[in-house]
């Protein structure tokens, strides 16, 4: 497929602007509470970097980064989940926040957050910067969410077309030619 980028979906400025807010209301949630961010790799680590530098001093933060790959399945409804890097930290009785690039399908998101919940996380929350309509398999609202986007592929600030275009500072549609 011959793809080609192209209109700007949401500015650098916008971007800066919402991830502010998600920060101000992370900080008022998490007054003087430690916070444990858990990235999704590869996809969140632009986000998770603005994001934590959004946080206020008062909130302590501790950051750890996962990588699962999952599939759907015809059989079931949530089909499959393969952890490919695990964390590093335990999330035993801590108040955790899920960071993720963008919710399509909800499969990712499904899996890490019942992993999380099954290893005693104390609470759960999730942080997406995107997230497309309708067949979320992650069938809870999410906390702090960036913006809803229209049902298009996109690409930039850190979110990839076959690994490429996770530099550009803005969010972009990748058009077919
Ligand atoms: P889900 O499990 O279907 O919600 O998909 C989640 C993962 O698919 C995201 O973390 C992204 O890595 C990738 N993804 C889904 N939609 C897009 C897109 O429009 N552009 C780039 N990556 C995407
Ligand atoms: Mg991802």
Known sequence: MKTALGTILITEQEIR?????LGRQISNDYLKTPVTLVGILRGSFVFLADLIRAISLETPVEVDFMSVSSYGDATTTSGTVHIEK???ISVGGKDVIIVEDIVDTGLTLFHV???????????????ALLEKPGKSKYNRP???????????FVVGFGLDY????RNLPDIRVLDEI
Not at 113 to 127: F, H, K, M
Not at 142 to 152: A, C, E, S, T, V
């Open 17 to 21: 602007r919402r991830i502010a807010e």
């Open 86 to 88: 695990d964390l590093g």
């Open 113 to 127: 957050y019942n992993i999380l919940l099954g290893r005693g996380a104390r609470s759960l929350r999730v942080a």
């Open 142 to 152: 999410i906390d702090y969410l960036g913006f809803k986007i229209p049902n298009k």
């Open 162 to 165: 076959a690994q490429r275009y």
